[in-house]
């Protein structure tokens, strides 16, 4: 059956399952968009920036596990596309970008709004195609969204000549494609297995470094049978919160440069580490020759580059992570390790980490820890980056798996508001809380309307500190308190808020948090709180550059007391 390049790609579209769309059109992607009505089952969300459509349609990819899609037309709309598809690429976030060119006979002659984007995005792609043949059109877009989601996910960008839009083609759906050279490993070696469970059976302290891989595997199950049954603590990287419930008599917290110090103590004194669908980041290990230095490594990733690229391993093991565990956990005895969790206890006690002091002043630990308390850590939490993002992580308990969702390789400022919008239009019935820095708000702030438009029930808490936080923090600590730009003064925000229409309050004293979140709970649609904190509070643990993660440094001691009942220590084993 003929149909346009446009009809192809929306029946296609259809065919994978996508029901929603985060894009802005123009002359290049028009004839695509003008297509968009005969498929209502594909929902189009306008964004007011295309960054702003690539992170809401990560945010929906991270959420849902489905493939996020977002769209833009050629030259500025693609390349305002590229701090998203980056921001996918180093999260491993499944995504599908399908931007406009120039009709195929102006490609090469910088024609009005021409950019080579393929030739752009090459290295943050899992895989990219400029489209020259509208017969090869379903087979690519089948391909793209099999590229995206299977093996290591990622983002895979599709350029389309507006010409192609617009000519015929017979449309034949693939049932299957095989890409040539492309095999992902979804089975780990047997052989590796075995003698991954020989030294977990055989360890004395053990421990478990988790990752994102395992929420992208949805492998919490498997995990925690593994940690259950061999009693072994868990430590998670950033993008690994939510893997692991957080309350568990087992979790030892997050690790890294502003992890738990007992978790980055964990590491240090392992003798067996199991690190599971992560990449050893240098955010968490830190210092490479001082990171885990007493222990047998074992890998469990399902890309192959990831083995040995950072870190030298013992047990590689290649493999879904769900599945390399289930096959794992049944050749592992069950075992108790008393005395290593005795010492794990003890350093936990010394270096409690999370402990909020109490002071008159309003804490911005405080402000996430109250917003856990009135959700029962129910919501889902997107964040911005810095100080905020730091803070997200450390002072609220995530037991609910893939509740905290934040941009961990690219440190993307301008992540939260647009990728908390996708989180809500794919969860609708779930809870979602930005909490974003004042910095981080005001690089993709215009995305309030797209909340308004699209009654996108989303709650903003900004930690409005009036600086770029975590780099005034640096300034402080690192650089003799030479505040160089960092100052950031901002606009009104509940009164940008309003101006949007969305209802908003000011808090600025310690009494009137929990009140402010508890009115924009009570809000059924989307709710604003500026939280003006302590302007120069700092995210402590801290590993500082260049250290090795038993080099933390820890919050100034003489005024820490512990806020009894919010203080972020397990409580039971859930
Ligand atoms: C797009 C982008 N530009 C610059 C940076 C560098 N950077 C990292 S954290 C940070 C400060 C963030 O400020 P804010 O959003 O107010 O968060 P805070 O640290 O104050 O909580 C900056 C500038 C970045 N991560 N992303
Ligand atoms: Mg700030």
Redesign the pocket.
């Known amino acids: 059956m003929k149909m346009t390049g446009a009809q192809i790609i929306c029946e296609c579209l259809a065919k994978e399952g996508v029901d929603v769309i985060f894009g802005i059109l123009g002359g290049a992607i028009l004839p695509l968009y003008d297509t968009l009505p005969q498929y209502p089952q594909l929902r189009h969300i306008l964004t007011r920036h295309e960054q702003g459509a690539a992170h809401a349609a990560e945010g929906y990819a991270r959420a849902t596990g489905k493939v996020g899609v977002c769209m833009a037309t050629s030259g500025p709309g693609a390349t305002n596309l590229v701090?998203g598809i980056a921001n996918a690429h180093l999260d491993s976030s499944p995504m599908v970008a399908i931007t406009g060119q120039v009709a195929r006979p102006f490609i090469g002659k910088d024609a009005f709004q021409e950019v080579d984007i393929t030739g752009i995005t090459l290295p943050i792609t899992k895989h990219n195609y400029l489209v020259l043949d509208t017969g090869s059109l379903a087979r690519t877009v089948k391909e793209a969204f099999y590229l995206a989601r299977s093996g290591r996910p990622g983002p895979v960008l599709i350029d389309v000549p507006r010409d192609v839009f617009i000519e015929e083609a017979e449309f034949n759906y693939p049932g299957k494609v095989d890409p040539p050279g492309y095999k992902p490993t979804l089975h780990g070696h047997p052989a590796q297995i075995k003698k991954a469970a020989k030294l977990i059976n055989e360890a004395r302290q053990p421990l478990i470094l988790a990752g994102r891989g395992v929420i992208i595997s949805q492998a919490w199950n498997e995990l925690k049978q593994l940690a259950e049954t061999a009693q072994i603590p868990v430590v998670t990287t950033l993008l690994g919160i939510g893997c692991f419930p957080e309350s568990h008599i087992l979790s030892f917290g997050m690790v890294g440069m502003h992890g738990m110090a007992y978790a980055n103590m964990a590491v240090t004194n392992a003798d067996v580490l199991i690190a599971i669908g992560m990449r050893f980041d240098d955010r968490a290990t830190a210092k490479v020759s001082g990171f885990a230095p007493n222990a047998k490594i074992i890998h469990i990733d399902i890309d192959p580059a990831e083995i040995g690229k950072n870190v030298r391993v013992d047990v590689p093991i290649v493999g879904d992570v769900k599945n390399v565990l289930k096959e794992l956990n049944k050749l592992i005895t069950p075992t108790e390790h008393i005395d290593w969790f005795e010492e794990l206890d003890n350093q936990r006690k010394e270096h409690p980490s999370t402990i909020i002091r109490e002071e008159d002043g309003l804490l911005?630990q405080l402000v996430v820890n109250k917003i856990y308390e009135a959700t029962g850590g129910e919501a889902t939490i997107v964040t911005?980056?810095?100080?905020?993002?730091m803070?997200a992580a450390q002072h609220y308990w995530y037991n609910r798996p893939n509740s905290f969702i934040s941009s961990g390789g690219?440190?993307?400022?301008?992540f939260g508001l647009p990728a908390s919008i996708g989180v809500k239009i794919g969860c609708p019935d779930t809870t979602v809380w930005c909490i974003?820095?004042?910095?981080?708000?005001?690089?993709t702030i215009q995305e309030l309307a797209t909340i308004v438009q699209e009654k996108a029930a989303v709650k903003i808490a900004i930690?409005d500190?009036g600086?770029?936080?975590?780099?005034?923090?640096w300034q402080e600590l690192f650089y003799e308190k030479r505040y160089v730009a960092?100052r950031?003064t901002g606009p009104d925000y509940v009164k940008v808020a309003e101006a949007y229409g969305i209802p908003a309050l000011r808090v600025k004293y310690k009494g009137e948090v929990e009140p402010a979140i508890e009115r924009a709970m009570a809000e059924p649609g989307p709710f604003l709180i500026d939280f003006v904190v302590e302007s120069e509070e700092n995210v402590y643990p801290m590993v500082p550059p260049g250290a090795a993660l038993s080099e933390v440094m820890e919050a100034p001691r003489k005024k820490a007391k512990a806020l009894s009942d919010s203080a972020k220590l397990p409580t039971s084993n859930i």
């Open positions: 701090t911005p911005g980056v810095g100080q905020n993002q803070w690219l440190g993307t400022m301008g974003d820095g004042d910095g981080s708000f005001q690089m930690i500190n600086y770029l936080g975590m780099v005034r923090q960092t950031i």
